[in-house]
């Protein structure tokens, strides 16, 4: 009898700590969008009607917990698909355009935790360095892109992969969408517009036709993010874990 049960008590057990695991997920991301610049793990905790424990058994540490919060919103608020879409493009450029069209997207659909990170990151520690780690990982997919308009040879003359992906990034921070939506009213459209203008201005030689390459290899560019990305202290797989799969 006790054997027959044993499967069942661990059963329920796991099922017990998936639910334990939502709701935790749930209080952090309720409580997110109200809160100020910071956020305690025990008013996490009392949200959720759990003890202080149950979050780091649950999660490892705070920073742990806010990485599952981005990744839980990335993913409601479509990214993840978005990427997808980003790493099925014909040519450099397109997927360029995509990838900014994705960010400043999730940017607007996701701003009250983003707006709360970016207040949290300038005097939270452990939320700044997760947002640093983020901040690789997005880093690492401008790469990829950037990388590919190299080979197709559209890149300014004198600019490398690695500057244009820094160049990239740097217009399509939130802090980028702050200033363009929030403070002064812009349309998600236009915001997507105008990034998109000017990193396109930035980056690419005027004039200039892609060379005949063939296909890009995005499974092997985005192997090849992801290793940069893990070179620099990053685990590609722990917040974005269809990275793998993009291609």
Known sequence: MAEATRPYRQGR???????????????????????????????????AGVAVQTIYDQFGSKGGLLIAVVNEVQRSAGLFEAFGGVFRSPDGEAAMRRMIDATVTFWCRAWPYLEFLLRSRRIDPIVGQEMDFVDRLRNAHYWAITKQLEIEGRLRQGLTADLAAD????????????????????????????????????????GVEALKVGPPDWAALEQAAAARATQAGADPARLTPDWSSTG
């Open 167 to 206: 160049q990239a990034f740097a217009l399509t921070t939130p802090t980028v969408y702050e200033e363009l939506a929030v403070k002064r009213g812009a349309t998600s459209a236009s915001a997507v517009d105008t990034v998109t203008r000017a990193v396109l201005a930035v980056i690419l030689e005027p």
């Open 13 to 47: 057990r796991a099922e017990a700590r998936a639910e334990t695991h939502a709701r935790i997920l749930a209080a952090a991301r309720e409580l997110i969008p109200s809160a100020g610049s910071s956020l305690p793990v025990i008013a996490i905790a009392r949200h």
